[in-house]
């Protein structure tokens, strides 16, 4: 685990570190590999049953969902591959389908250890749907589960019986109108994930201002329109109602800000939600988790909001890079996924106590460096409610064989999203392992073998808390559709552009004692932040360790995805006696990175360096 000293903060009420708890890793079950991607390779010499194989590739083969209110039952995206031509009836094991698995060891009555929902379904009973299908969530009745922006029914029949048949499944999309006159297919949904109320759901949209993509969080009531008279689809589908822009661009005071009583001192306020991505939410319905404005520099964390009275408070705090979340059915816990543990981030955000000024820059290129490309560097972690504090750092649930193709092999990447099971005694996630071009030619990385069934590149698993005892699933009332601290949304609105400080120099004054000078300069057209220095003055939060040093950042946007930052940073932090604690220094000529916030392959020029604890961590090569 990466090295990281956490400033020194007032006594805290929360409990001590839980203790280390046994966890038993299971691979569950998957249709057979197919050979190949080509037509009427899944003989029935690969599958007896004729019910499909799925591809062997890393990409898109397989992507897991969430447990059926049974226990005993998750759903999963699965790319089906090698089917015959039609008419032969094993033909409809073909592309993306989505799919049960059995968790417990029992099989579906054909005698196979899944079955396929959507295989076959007719085409009248999936209308207009959309093409975006990711993190399939079960509804509570068992019956249906939404997926991307759909949701699929099988109406009065339960999802895991002989009586729900893909010829019964219906599959319907879920539509955002976004037009004052209610035409179109409406807006752009990303990430959506269902409120435990079952009547609501949290999505993302992009948008782009000023030539710069930004994102948003948003909550809404899912209804369902049976015969839509506006908007496209005009057929059966969800409509979004009473939406609400998770952001008050009215308020002034976000998390940086200047001072209303008096504009030359900049303030930072970790108790502003700022929701950048939207995650999810807590399983009893009262708070948003996602991804804001750091705490710190450069540390890309989870927080949940209060969706009513908005009061923040912050999930985790290790430097490293954390996103897909869930929380255990009584909130006491969640996993996450995260790249502790791979020293992918610790470059540039090991130095803790920075307070978060440069992040004004640097928030979308430090948090694309998480990937390469398609490969996560995430593990999944089990923390409980009060999160990171002194050596505690969560449990990686699959620590152990790290040999090739073992439960802990890190070459094996979870794939967003971790989901509990109903009753807290396990949790399922999914796996891809490392492949070219993240790996191989000329990434000094070789691609490893897989030992997977077929040399299949995915993997769906389960972690069993032995040692936990069944907890109850709390049924959530359906919550209001207002947020307070949000702003309604009627068709037609424009996106936001997010308030910054303006250009000028700021002083921003250490909780504890000390000092830092900023200059924040917006670029030609005053339509951003373009670049922000700060220097600090024995700079301290805590009244025990000092910040000293400077650090500068500029960027520039070469297209709505592509950004490039010039950093330069010589920082130290020290004890009162002087004893050096951390260091973040870049080389002579700075440190420039490159990156595509979609793509995610790393480019950079330069060098930058973080010392803590005695302890070294550079940046990674290029292209890896």
């Not at 062997?56 to 226990?71: I, R």
């Not at 005993?72 to 032969?88: C, E, I, S």
């Not at 417990?104 to 079955?115: E, I, M, S």
């Not at 800000?257 to 995650?279: Q, W």
């Amino acid at each position: 685990m990466s090295t990281f000293l956490r400033p020194a903060q007032a006594a805290s009420t929360d409990p001590p570190a839980p203790a280390a708890e046994r966890i038993r890793v299971r691979h569950l079950p998957l249709p057979p590999t197919a050979p190949s991607e080509k037509a009427g390779s899944c003989t029935p010499a690969v599958n007896p049953n004729h019910t499909g194989c799925i591809s062997a590739d890393w990409a898109d083969a397989l992507q897991g969902g969430g447990y059926l209110p049974d226990g005993r039952t998750v759903t999963a995206l699965v790319t089906f591959a090698g089917a015959p031509a039609a008419p032969d009836p094993a033909s409809v094991y073909s592309g993306q389908q989505l799919v049960l698995v059995r968790t417990d060891g029992t099989r579906f009555p054909n005698g196979d250890a899944w079955k396929c929902l959507t295989c076959g379904t007719p085409a009248a009973n999936k209308q207009g749907i959309n093409p975006y299908t990711s993190y399939p969530q079960p509804f509570a009745d068992g019956r249906r589960v939404l997926y991307g922006s759909n949701i699929l029914d099988c109406g009065p029949y339960k999802l895991a019986s002989a009586a729900c048949t893909p010829a019964r499944v219906h599959i319907y999309p879920i539509r955002w109108n976004t037009k004052t006159d209610g035409s179109g297919p409406g807006g752009p949904l990303r990430e959506l994930r269902l409120h435990p109320d079952q009547v609501h759901i949290g999505f993302n949209s992009t948008s782009v201002t000023a030539g710069r993509l930004d994102q948003y969080g948003y909550f809404a009531r899912l209804r369902f329109n049976p015969a839509p008279a506006t908007g496209t689809p005009r057929t059966p589908r969800y409509d979004l109602e009473k939406v609400t822009l998770l952001f008050d661009p009215s308020v002034t005071e976000q998390p940086v800000h200047a001072d209303p009583g008096n504009p030359s001192k900049l303030v930072y306020d970790s108790s502003v939600p700022s929701v950048g991505e939207l995650r999810g939410f807590t399983k009893d319905g009262k708070e948003v988790i996602y991804v804001g404005h750091p705490a710190e520099s450069s540390n890309m964390d989870l927080f949940a909001a209060d969706l009513t009275t908005g009061q923040v408070r912050r999930m985790t705090a290790h430097p490293e890079y954390t996103d897909p979340v869930d929380s255990s059915p009584d909130d006491r816990w969640i996993v996450a996924l995260d790249t502790r543990g791979s020293d992918r981030s610790m470059f540039v955000s090991g130095m803790t106590g920075i307070p978060p000024i440069t992040d004004l820059v640097t928030t979308s290129a430090v948090s694309s460096v998480r990937n390469n490309g398609q490969r996560r560097f995430f593990q999944p972690y089990l923390i409980d409610r009060y999160g990171d504090r002194g050596s505690y750092q969560g449990q990686q649930l699959n620590a152990g064989d790290t040999s090739p193709g073992g439960i802990g092999d890190p070459n094996w990447n979870a794939g967003a999203d971790p989901r509990w099971s109903p009753d807290g005694t396990a949790i399922t996630y999914w796996q891809r392992l490392v492949s070219a071009p993240s790996c191989g030619g000329a990434n000094p990385l070789p691609c490893p073998q897989s030992t997977e069934p077929g040399g299949r590149r995915t993997r769906l698993m389960v972690a069993d808390l032995v040692d936990r005892k069944p907890v109850r699933t709390r049924p959530v009332k359906p919550v209001s559709d207002e947020v307070p601290w949000g702003t309604p949304y009627t068709a037609g609105d424009p996106a936001p552009q997010r308030p910054y400080p303006a250009q000028g120099t700021y002083s921003l004054r250490g909780r504890a004692s000390g000092s830092a000078t900023v200059d924040i300069v917006w670029d030609d057209a005053k339509t951003a932040v373009k670049t922000v220095s700060v220097r600090y003055q024995r700079y301290s939060d805590d009244g025990r360790t000092f910040l000293n040093g400077s650090e500068r950042v500029t960027r520039t946007v070469s297209s709505t995805t592509l950004n490039t930052v010039d950093w330069y940073s010589d920082l130290t932090r020290t004890t009162r006696s002087g004893k050096v604690l951390a260091t973040k220094k870049t080389g002579a000529d700075g440190f420039h990175l490159t990156i595509d916030l979609w793509e995610t392959v790393f480019q950079a020029t330069g060098t930058l360096t973080t010392t803590v604890g005695g302890r070294t961590y550079t940046q990674p090569a290029n292209g890896t």
